[in-house]
């Protein structure tokens, strides 16, 4: 109990004491700033970080979509694949094509999963992370006192 | 898109610059301008900004990681195995804040990196849509949309501004001008780099500058229009060359090109404004071809390797594969090296076959650089930046040796005609056929080339074929695949061309052999391999030019050494044998005294010494056209007075031995047949051309020009007008480092009668060519000679002076031999009276000479009664008298 009451004095002064000490050292304009900097992170985060979030997105998505060449299938679906062009080959080759197509685009949306996942992880962390932040902090404080 | 750069920087709207206007750059429908305020407290406030965001990122990972301690600090001391219970989590403790505090805190640092990177505009997304103009608008509302150039600007170029302004102020000049401007990018890495290539000292250039500093009006510094007009030029620049930032390469350009006196600067130091724009052009190909690796790197992985296209539409091709090289497999695989330049020629090329679905034939010499384009053509292939008709194909080359060689099928012909069915049925082939001279004429039952016609009239695919302009003009323009074929011609790239083709490859021979090139080398590269070799072609002379001098210097053994112009003179003068070299001390010394030294052997025909002296001197300083022999001379007079010992002389003393002569005797060549002997014929090399071309640097002698063939004569006429003549094995020969010198018989009587008569040589000379000589030769060929000069013939003086000079060879024999021989002033009077004949000039003298004075001391040296230390005396009347030595 005393050592968690320690350890607990120990992280709030080392928090301030950081703090005090940047600050101090700084011009009034510079500082305001650095304080603006600091103020406008979430801002940030939500604005033109989640901008630039959807660029990847969008990016990393089409990047994909290129490398699956579902178009490309999909454009050729009934060129017969190895040029063979007797019916059975045909046949065989539309039958492949539709599988692929199927099967690429299977694979798009296994990766537009993870995608999607990435996003929410983007905008949902910050967030939770603050407030268990806040949580312990606030609840630590009630507790000490 | 490429904006005339030069073209953008010369027109400088400073002429018509209103005063109270701002100057900066349209663009897309946004005004660029330098809005940033630059003085000491600005200056000083955005420096410290920048600190403070940079301890802002440090103090922030720092925050974290001191956080992230403590929470491990917590857990190790206080809670342990607590950590996997949700009660934990759930309850309050100063712990877990830690932990999350830390996250916080580390999520902190990507998002100003991010930011810092984003305040920083990214000139490449600036559209140029239209084209960039430099304007003064008269008041900022005038824009609707504005942008400060200054979050364009690197750190460098910031930097650079910051020091402009900072020298301004610490000289008090009113205003901060070209001159601070270009002062601050001395201060900066680039530029320093720059000038290190360019072979200059920044000494050299600080101290005239200063000079030049002091003259302009004091004043309290400001950073105002001039200055704000010259970062407009910059950012103009740096638009137009697609840089990302503005570098201070850029700034330095802009201040380079605004202020004459730094133009006249660099001129003392032989850096002409076009070789700057060439070095600033090697600056920016270097990021070029970094971040052009890497975009492709990128779009190759989207390219399959195997012989299958995306759309797997295609067939398995294994003969095909087996006779053929796979061109865009290699270039996926990075083994082909990136094209620099060229663009109208690929430009052509593609123009060519989109717009017919037409085979081409590129035609050019060889090591003009036709590989390179198809390997640039792989490229673009696989970054599918092609027509439609190149899209998703394959770019195989054909080897015709491994088709006449392959198994299979009763002959090459129907190998090569199943390959291309292959070709046919595969339907993503194209056809690369390097020297297509080769296939015609090739195959046991049909010509290949006739196959490959048929086969392209079917319309399945074409070809891109290259050959030498020699072979297309014999045999691919009456072959029956000519009208198949587009012609596009590629030439040698041009000098500014050549010399980026040098920069870009020049970082991969640096790497290798740990040199370090100057500019200076490239250029003397590109300059001297294109005027003095003469086989093969610019880019590829030029580059084996520095690949072989990287090794040279290399060799040195010192590390990191630098590759200068004289290194690259010394290779090729060695490997020409033409001293290109700039004149030493020596050399200089030499030439100046050519005159003295030829006298020693040469007595009399002062006009005569005096010409070939000159024309010497002119050659060694480059102050004579290119296009022709170094001199053509004819000498004239009568037999033994000196001209063919004047040829000797001169190419002893200048030479260095009298074999650097090469010498022809016309009366040999006196019939037509006897041309094939000189330049070759019938797939001989001639005795002539193969001398001059062994070694372009020489003396080349004429005797008895008046005998030779007129055909003959006229082949001359070539060689004095044009410097080159074509041999029998079809090579130019360059005749344009050579002295010529023709003797001639012809007049001989009318010289001497009129030397008798007295008249001055100058008048002979004139009735010479007006009328004596008309008979012997035509008119245009005499005309061709730069100097005809007239031997006069020797008189009595000059025969003495002769005799002294053979008896002084007597002498050294008999020096050798340990014996003293000396000859009295009479008995050599009275020998050149014996010798003199005007007629025969001074070779009676050279008989006389042996009989009187070599036969009486052979006899006296046999009868053994002569020993070392001994001295012969030869009096009058041809007396020898022998002085015993004194005993020892």
Redesign the interface.
Known sequence: MVVNNVHGLLVKTAAISYLLLYCLGMQPAIFKDVLLDIVMFPVWWYSRGLLLMLQWCVDTLKGYAKYMAIAVWIKNIFVPMFGQSDWQSRLISVFMRSVQIVGRSLGLVVIAGGVALALLVYIAAPILIALQAAYHVIGSLLYVS | MSLDVTDLILKNPSADRDEGGIPGVLVDGSFWHWQRAVDEVSIG?HQ??QS??K??RY?AGA?GL??FG?FA??VA??HQAEIITLDFWT????????L??S??AW??VP??L??DK?LQQNLKRVGLETTPELTTIPSLAAVERRHDIAEAADDDAVKAVEEAYRLAVKSTHAEVGALHIFAGTLATTPVQILFARLGIFLDDVRDPLRRRLSTLPQGTAVFGSQAHELMAQAFARALSTRRSTLSALDIFAAAFAAEPFLTDLFASKGITPEELENALAWMRISDDLRERYFAFRKAA??KPTSNMN???????TPFLDSVSYDLTRSAVQGQTGLLVGRETEMANILRAIEGGDQSVVLVGQPGVGKEALIDGLADLMVEELVPEVLQ?KRLLKLSVPHIVSAEGGTGADERFLFALNQVA???NVILVIENIHELIGQGSGIDLASILAGELSRGYTFVIATTTPQAYTEIVERSVIAPKLQKILIEEPGRNEAIRVLEAKVGGIEAKHKVIFTYGALAAAVDLSSRYMHDGALPEKAIEVIKEVALVVAKRGQANAWVKKEDVATLISERTRIPVTEVSQGDAEKLLHLEERVHERVIGQEPAVKAVASALRRARTELRSGKRPIANFLFLGPTGVGKTELAKATAEVYFGNEQAMVRFDMSEYQDQNSITRLIGGNGQAGLMTEAVRKNPFCLLLLDELEKAHPDILNLFLQVMDDGRLTDGLGRTVDFTNIILIATSNAGTSFIQDQVSAGTSLIAIKEELLERELRTTYRPEFLNRFDDVIVFAPLTREDVVAIAYLLIVKVVERLKAKGIEFTVTDAAIHELAEQGYDPKFGARPLRRVIQEKVENPLADYLLKGQVGRRDTLIFDQGGEITLQKAVEL
């Open positions: 406030q410290a900004l403070a965001r301890f802002e103090a925050f001191m956080l403590l600090l917590g001391l206080v309850e309050p403790s100063w712990t877990a804040a830690a999350f505090l996250v916080l999520l902190f998002y100003r991010v930011n984003r992985a989207y995306r759309s797997m539409t295609a067939v398995a998703d049925r595969s339907g």
